[in-house]
């Protein structure tokens, strides 16, 4: 009776061990300046070559690591360059948002959240807490599933038809409360009316006696580079006007989304 709960540790810390091979691999790579061997990176890093071999062709499927044709040797791939650049806009996304955000929470009395779409999820980036008695706590570093979410809804409402393809079919939608939608027909539906309005709501759908109001922030391109969203406790929610509260994120939105244009960020 007791082997399944014994055995979920030492699942949990063979998964750990492979993610800190994997970063060793990386790291000497990237330490390394130019092709390594898988027989250099089995010698340096402590890794059988069988290992090394497996985790280095893990890491080229996924374009993190290119190998030279001729040689066999690794070097590092556009994958990484593409998470550096994302790691990069979302500091200039902070910079040109905390202060309008601070604004907008002293404005609404509310707590206002900035977030970006990481696969399934959303990521609180930014947050500035409202100073009402009573408040929503979530904090920066929050990682949510995006189909509860207001923040959610406006990123997954800019996907094009084949990236929404890619997020049903990476499994199904786990409810979190009783008023999550889980259902994908309805979450076409409601990412249609967030379209069509501008806006999204979050009812209850991912904290119980929580509900949230959010709209895109625009890069200079036009495109939706984050959502920005205003979260309150329920009672606080029935009793505000929607499209006041609508209408204050947009302008926030739009003096963070020139911010950006000004700086040049996209």
Do not use: W
């Amino acid at each position: 009776m007791t082997k399944p709960a014994g055995r979920a540790p030492a699942r949990e810390g063979s998964a750990v061990k492979t993610v800190a091979k994997v970063l060793d691999l990386l790291e000497h790579v990237a330490a390394a300046g130019r092709a390594v061997s898988v027989s250099e990176l089995a010698a340096t890093t402590g890794f059988n070559v069988s290992t090394a071999h497996r985790l280095m062709q893990t890491l080229a499927r996924r374009n993190y690591v290119e190998q030279d044709p001729s040689t066999r040797a690794y070097v590092l791939g556009p994958r990484l360059l593409e998470l550096g650049s994302a790691y990069t806009r979302s500091l200039d996304l902070i910079g040109a948002a905390r202060p309008r955000i601070e604004e907008l929470r002293d404005l609404a009395g509310e707590t206002v959240h900035l977030a970006i779409l990481s696969e399934r999820d959303v990521i609180e980036i930014c947050t500035a807490a409202g100073r009402q008695v009573v408040t929503v706590s979530m904090g920066t570093g929050r990682r949510d599933p995006a189909h509860c979410t207001a923040t959610g809804k406006i990123l997954l409402a800019s996907h094009t038809e084949s990236e929404l393809e890619r997020f049903f079919a990476a499994g199904p939608l786990q409810p979190v409360t009783p008023n999550s939608i889980t259902d994908r027909d309805a979450l076409v539906a409601e990412l249609k009316r967030v379209r069509k309005a501008g806006y999204a709501i979050d009812d209850e759908e991912l904290c119980a006696d929580v509900c949230c109001i959010g709209v895109p922030v625009l890069n200079r391109s036009g495109r939706t580079a984050a959502a920005l969203s205003l979260a309150m406790p329920k009672a606080r929610f029935r009793s505000r006007n929607v499209a006041a509260v609508v209408k204050m994120l947009h302008e926030c939105s739009a003096r963070i989304s020139s911010t950006l244009a000004l700086s040049g960020a996209d």
